[in-house]
């Protein structure tokens, strides 16, 4: 009986749910798949523009909008599932190495009336020099968030302060291999330059050392990337490298956040538009970008992302205080010291991710001569708890045949 | 008369012989093996073929070569291993210790109320699992409720980020499997071989150790199976709560991003351990219950 | 008689459990962000209902749970009766296998499914979504209905089974009449236990459902992912509310038909 109430409660439940959604998603005349960064697209809470509804309201198309934390990620989905994504929004470097490797389309730009919108600069570039695989969507640069109430105002200048054993446990660091093996780099002495077209196994090694040295020198939090916002925001950390426009919100939302643009230079990045190869829904996929360049949603969109935004006509609807901010909109003597990442090779790049996620999960110390990532005591008992429990159940398993055998001949006998 | 008789008789034998047919047929109907057939298959499929894919994986690379190289990248995880084994083993022992007078108590009350208990006890379960771990985050953050209180005393240490913090997590994830089973096992032990266990001069210290400890024991490796497997291999509890030290679970799914021959031989080697320790315990269990 | 001291001990766990999730649900009703207390408001429930997402993941959660729990059950049962037959060491050997994924860490089940639907994807041409989810999560749940469902045949006196057909039944009335009334309960609890599991799966969906199929769980981990949102609040206060409300009546149900038994 009472299963029976628990089964009834269920289908109404069921029942119940599925009006809900069958109300919300009638009658659309067609879709578009879109995978984007998160918190990369105006949401439409707190008084900003739904992008996405907007979209929906003006075209009737329906918007299947999924989030991805790295480029990574993007590629490895791309690749390995047989998922279709109409629009993707991959960096700089990663629609280089999805271009050459055939994966994406050429956009007619043709039907894509407002890329007119685009200022000049963006339209061109090292990684799409024909420029009919990309729109930019964005582009910026990393910087320094700290907490006034922390760090004395001023106190940071560059990345190197990351590696400062004063700030015990309080600097968050970039949870993706190119964003954090580039600031290593940059810090490593002699310093290694990130935007290089490629890089020796030495170079990746001393950046993995270098990356192992911010964990024990005890500053290290955590490896963040959307979380970086709760931990800024309440103050839970003190220092952040992050993505310029990301700061910019921060800012906006806790008064105690400061920033500082590194005195070294940073990565100087351009999201953008683009159509894969496994697309099903070409023409939908154009006219939501052309919907992203209209003027007014970018910068609706800037306005709450608070990226640099490549639409110029969009720029001039922006407020001062976008406009005068060196996060959102850099001035060109920091974009001189700034570097984007290129296409590197397929081998370095996964030692790269490799060396990387072993940097994230060590705790030893640095030999000065190799890196040890791990102890040899660690490893040896590993081996030995694994010999220990092979023996022992193979232990258990001859013992059970062999009473097994003894039990039937015991029972024949009877 | 007698051919009515015979007539009786066969139509008698005939009916009996009906029976012992249609008996015969529905008894291999019910004592068949067929029904099985479709969940066999899918077992091969989506159990057996799977595991020998992540072994296929882990003994070879991404050409498809004979390779023991896997093992040897997975080898630098064994830090992480180790503290992984680590977190879980504090965390069951302390859930052990906690559950355990707790599953006593609950025991000794009355049906009706044992069962009010443990229905309060199972909607913390019920509930969702990410939800839970994101409630203690909020929690022990910095500037959060505990934290506060600490700070009001003095002390100013960071509650959250730290192996602490995921224990707590853990444990909080995870007692109410440590219970349920031992207080099943408690619920059976009759009352009245404690009281002539005191009746015959035990005091309580002695009635506990000789006769509900061996007693409990089913119970106790249950929950400690229910609790360690889980701990030991679990995904996401050191990312929301825990700093800059990674557990097993959480490496194997970032391993698997860019390189599946390594995840999986990582992946095997938990696996091996985790049965390994699982068979010992059933052995373990089944000495007690042949004992007994 | 419970001494005082259990009864402190029994509260202290309680509201241990309990704490976290009353804390929850009181900042469910917070109008900020941050744990700063900063008024009444029921916004994040509104919020909550307008999401078309979270109302989407919910509908995909609830169709797989049912969905995985109903063909388990089936499976199962057939599966439970079946494996009976077979001669001991046979049998053993099934079972154990059977259990696998009930022993098996979760993240080694998720990531071996993933490696099989990435490969047969590649071969087959399908993309990983609510199929494979819902193959994955029928493969974790059966193994639970077995483990219910076996012992209820053990019990059950096979001699039932012939009586009805001694009395006229045909094999099929038989089945479903006998035997399938004194498994009635396994079976029932099997279900619940497939429904639970399933609607609560995070690990092994998170690997088998591709980049695009969204349920509850992973919802949830979406959104205490990144930035704080009172909406995961507001949900847990909702979830909590629907467990309580079922467990409660199922409770008092059960208690009554104890009273009526007695009588």
Request: net charge negative; hydrophobic share 20%; charged share 30%.
């Given at each position: 009986m009472k299963k029976l109430t628990v089964l009834l409660t269920c289908v109404i439940i069921v029942l119940s749910s599925l009006t809900f959604t069958a109300c919300s998603g009638s009658g659309y005349e067609g879709e578009v798949n879109v995978y984007n960064w998160g918190e990369?697209?105006?949401?439409?809470?707190?008084?900003?523009?739904d992008v996405i509804a907007e979209f929906e309201r003006r075209y009737n198309i329906k918007v299947n909008y999924t989030n991805f934390e790295t480029n990574e990620e993007l590629y490895n989905v791309l690749v390995n599932s047989n998922s279709s994504y109409d629009v993707i929004i991959p960096s700089d470097y990663m629609v280089a190495r999805l271009r050459s490797e055939g994966m994406l389309e050429k956009i007619d730009l043709g039907n894509i009336p407002n890329y007119k919108n685009i200022d000049e600069k963006f339209r061109i570039s090292d990684f799409d020099p024909t420029g009919e695989y990309s729109v930019a969507y964005s582009w910026g640069i990393v910087a320094l968030v700290y907490n006034t109430t922390m760090i004395p105002e001023g106190e940071i200048t560059g990345f190197k302060d990351m590696w400062n054993p004063k700030y015990r446990n309080d600097v968050l660091m970039f949870n993706n291999s190119r964003d954090a093996m580039a600031i290593a780099m940059q810090v490593c002495d002699p310093p290694?330059?990130?935007?290089?077209?490629s890089f020796t196994g030495e170079d990746i090694d001393r950046a993995t050392k270098k990356l192992i040295e911010l964990k024990n020198c005890g500053s290290l939090k955590k490896y963040v990337m959307d979380q970086v916002f709760t931990e800024m925001e309440g103050s839970q950390s003190a220092l952040a490298a992050y993505y310029g426009g990301d700061i910019y919100t921060m800012l906006d939302n806790n008064e105690e956040l400061s920033y500082s643009l590194p005195e070294e230079g940073s990565n100087l990045f351009i999201d953008s538009m683009c159509i894969p190869t496994c697309c099903q829904n070409k023409e939908n996929a154009e006219l939501f970008i052309n919907f992203m360049c209209d003027p007014e949603i970018a910068a609706a969109n800037a306005d709450y992302i608070c990226y640099g935004t490549p639409n110029k006509a969009a720029l001039e609807l922006m407020d001062d205080d976008y406009k005068e901010s060196p996060l959102c909109n850099p001035p060109q003597e920091y974009i001189d010291k700034c570097y984007t990442f290129a296409n590197i090779d397929d081998q370095i790049y996964s030692e790269m991710q490799e060396k990387f996620v072993k940097a994230c999960s060590s705790t030893a110390e640095v030999s000065s001569i190799e890196i040890k990532t791990t102890s040899v005591e660690s490893k040896i008992a590993v081996a030995v708890i694994l010999a220990i429990v092979v023996i022992a159940t193979v232990i258990v398993i001859i013992l059970d045949i062999r009473r097994a055998v003894k039990n039937r001949g015991r029972i024949n006998k009877i | 008369m007698r051919t009515n008789r015979t007539s009786t008789e066969s139509f008698a034998s005939r009916f009996s012989l009906e029976i012992r047919k249609r008996r015969t047929e529905s008894r291999s109907a019910i004592k068949s093996k067929r029904p099985s057939i479709p969940y066999l298959g899918w077992m091969l499929v989506f159990t057996i073929v799977p595991l020998v894919m992540v072994v296929y994986y882990a003994f070879t690379d991404t050409n498809g070569r004979f390779t023991l190289d896997n093992f040897l990248n997975a080898s630098d995880y064994s830090e992480v291993f180790l503290y992984s084994l680590y977190v879980a083993l504090i965390s069951t022992l302390i859930c052990l210790v906690l559950a355990y007078p707790l599953s006593f108590f609950i025991s000794r009350c009355t049906a009706r109320k044992q069962s009010i208990i443990i229905m309060f006890l199972m909607v913390p379960m019920w509930m969702n699992f990410l939800l839970r771990i994101y409630a203690w985050v909020l929690i022990l953050q910095n500037y959060g409720p505990f934290d506060m209180i600490l700070n009001l005393i003095g002390v100013d240490v960071s509650l959250i980020g730290n192996t602490g913090a995921v224990v707590v997590g853990m444990i909080y994830e995870f007692l109410p499997f440590m219970i349920l089973p031992i207080h099943s096992v408690m619920s059976k032990i009759d009352d009245s071989l404690i009281e002539a266990a005191q009746d015959l001069g035990c005091s309580g210290f002695y009635v506990f150790r000789k006769v509900i400890l061996p007693l409990s024991v089913p119970g106790i490796i249950s929950g400690v199976t229910m609790v360690f497997v889980p701990t030991a291999s679990t995904f996401l509890v050191a990312q929301y709560l825990g700093g800059t030290q990674f557990m097993i679970g959480d490496v194997i799914e970032r391993v698997f991003q860019s390189d599946h021959n390594t995840g999986s031989a990582i992946a095997l080697v938990l696996m091996v351990v985790i049965l390994g320790f699982l068979v010992f315990m059933n052995r373990f269990g089944d000495k007690e219950a042949i004992a007994q | 008689m419970k001494k005082k001291s259990q009864k402190i001990y029994l509260a202290i766990i309680m509201a241990f459990l309990y704490a976290p999730i009353i804390y929850l649900i009181a900042y469910s009703f917070n109008d900020g962000k941050t744990s700063v207390w900063k008024g009444f408001t029921m916004k994040w429930y509104t919020a909550l209902f307008q999401d078309a997402q979270i109302m989407g993941s919910l509908y995909n959660t609830l169709l797989v749970a049912i969905l995985a729990s109903v063909i388990a059950t089936v499976l199962g049962t057939a599966a439970a009766i079946g494996i009976y037959n077979f001669k001991g060491g046979v049998r053993s050997a099934i079972q154990n296998v059977s259990n696998i994924p009930i022993i098996n860490p979760e993240i080694v089940t998720g990531v071996s499914l993933m490696l099989l639907f990435t490969f047969a994807g590649t071969m087959l041409g399908f993309e990983m979504g609510f199929w494979t989810v819902l193959l994955a999560h029928i493969g974790f749940c059966t193994p639970y209905v077995i483990l219910n469902v076996t012992p209820r045949i053990r019990q059950m006196d096979a001699s039932l089974y012939e009586a009805a057909l001694d009395l006229g039944c045909s094999p099929m009335q038989a089945f479903f009449k006998v035997v399938l009334h004194e498994l009635l309960p396994g079976i029932l609890s099997g279900f619940l236990i497939s429904f639970t599991y399933s609607l609560d799966d995070f690990v092994i969906t998170y690997f088998t459902r591709g980049s695009r199929f969204q349920t509850l769980p992973i919802q949830i981990y979406t959104m205490t992912h990144q930035r704080i949102n009172p909406k995961a609040n507001a949900l847990s206060a909702l979830m909590f509310l629907v467990i309580l409300v079922i467990l409660i009546i199922s409770n008092v149900v059960s208690a009554k038909k104890d009273k009526e038994a007695v009588r």
């Open positions: 990369y697209i105006s949401p439409g809470d707190d008084e900003t523009l290694i330059d990130p935007g290089s077209e | - | -």
